[in-house]
Nanobody
Framework: VQLQAFGGGVVQAGGSLRLTCAAS????????MAWFRQAPGKDRVLVGA????????WYPDSVKGRFRISRDNAKNTVHLQMTSLKTEDTGDYCC?????????????????WGQGTQVTVSS
C-alpha cells in the first residue's frame, strides 16, 4: 500500500486547511485509516482515526470539535478537515493504514505509512 499526503501549507491561527491522503495498492476500503502529526522535537501524535466504512471516528481531546476525518472509499482517499487552527497544530502530517481494523484510534496497528505534508500555523 502506498500512501501520499498533500494539502499542507502555511495558515494563520484561526484558519482552516484540508488535508488529503491518496492510497494506491492494497484494499483501501478494508483498512482503518488515521492521521498523525509530528512537530519538531516532539513525539508523533494521533490526531484522527476512522474505521473502514467511516462509521467510527476517534480524536484526541486537543482537536475535538476542530478536526474532522472522513474518507471516500470509491476514490481511495481520506481527508482531514482542520478548522480553528492553533500554532500548536504545526507539524508534519502523515496518514497511516491499519489492515487489522481491530481498534480505531491509539490502539490501532498502523502498518502502512505515507510521507507527510507540512502544516505551519502562524500567530
Amino acid at each position: 500500500v502506498q500512501l501520499q499526503a498533500f494539502g499542507g501549507g502555511v495558515v494563520q491561527a484561526g484558519g482552516s486547511l484540508r488535508l488529503t491522503c491518496a492510497a494506491s495498492g492494497g484494499t483501501f476500503a478494508s483498512y482503518a485509516m488515521a492521521w498523525f502529526r509530528q512537530a519538531p522535537g516532539k513525539d508523533r501524535v494521533l490526531v484522527g482515526a476512522i474505521s473502514p466504512r467511516g462509521s467510527t471516528t476517534w480524536y484526541p481531546d486537543s482537536v475535538k470539535g476542530r478536526f474532522r476525518i472522513s474518507r471516500d472509499n470509491a476514490k481511495n482517499t481520506v481527508h482531514l478537515q482542520m478548522t480553528s487552527l492553533k500554532t500548536e497544530d504545526t507539524g508534519d502530517y502523515c496518514c497511516a493504514a491499519d489492515p487489522t481494523t481491530v481498534f480505531v484510534g491509539p490502539r490501532g496497528s498502523y502498518q502502512y505509512w505515507g510521507q507527510g505534508t507540512q502544516v505551519t500555523v502562524s500567530s
